[in-house]
Nanobody, 124 residues
Framework: QVQLVESGGGLVQAGGSLRLSCAASGRAFSSYVMGWFRQAPGKERDFVAAISWSGGSPVYADSGKVRFTISRDNAKNTVYLQMNSLEPDDTAVYYC?????????????????WGQGTQVTVSS
C-alpha cells in the first residue's frame, strides 16, 4: 500500500550518531504502524523499533531502547530512527517497514511493506 525508501546510513565511529530516514509514498501513510528492523550479514532480520500511527507509544528492542529513538512526521510522510552511542554490533542493513494496523508488533512477518534498506557500519 506504500512505498518506502530509507536513507541516512553510512560509516560512523563507535560512539557516534546517525539519523535514518524513511520516506513513504502512496496511500494512507498516517494510518500505518511503522517499524525499523536490521539485518547483519549471516543473521536474521531483527526488530529495532516501532511507532504507532499517532506517533505515540513507541516500542523498542531491549538492545536499542536506550540509545535509539523512533519518531514520525506524518505531514512529511517520513519516519526516523535516531541512533546514538553506536557500537560495532549495530552494524547492519537497516530496513523501514510498514504494517496496516494500529497494533505495534515486533514480528517482522506482520509487516507487509519494506524499503530497500540502508547500510550502517560502525567502526571500532
Amino acid at each position: 500500500q506504500v512505498q518506502l525508501v530509507e536513507s541516512g546510513g553510512g560509516l560512523v565511529q563507535a560512539g557516534g550518531s546517525l539519523r535514518l530516514s524513511c520516506a513513504a509514498s502512496g496511500r494512507a501513510f498516517s494510518s500505518y504502524v511503522m517499524g525499523w528492523f536490521r539485518q547483519a550479514p549471516g543473521k536474521e532480520r531483527d526488530f529495532v523499533a516501532a511507532i504507532s500511527w499517532s506517533g505515540g507509544s513507541p516500542v523498542y528492542a531491549d538492545s536499542g531502547k536506550v540509545r535509539f529513538t523512533i519518531s514520525r512526521d506524518n505531514a512529511k510522510n517520513t519516519v526516523y530512527l535516531q541512533m546514538n552511542s553506536l557500537e560495532p554490533d549495530d552494524t547492519a542493513v537497516y530496513y523501514c517497514a510498514a504494517r496496516s494496523t494500529s497494533v505495534i508488533s515486533r514480528d517482522r512477518r506482520q509487516y507487509k511493506h519494506w524499503g530497500q534498506g540502508t547500510q550502517v557500519t560502525v567502526s571500532s
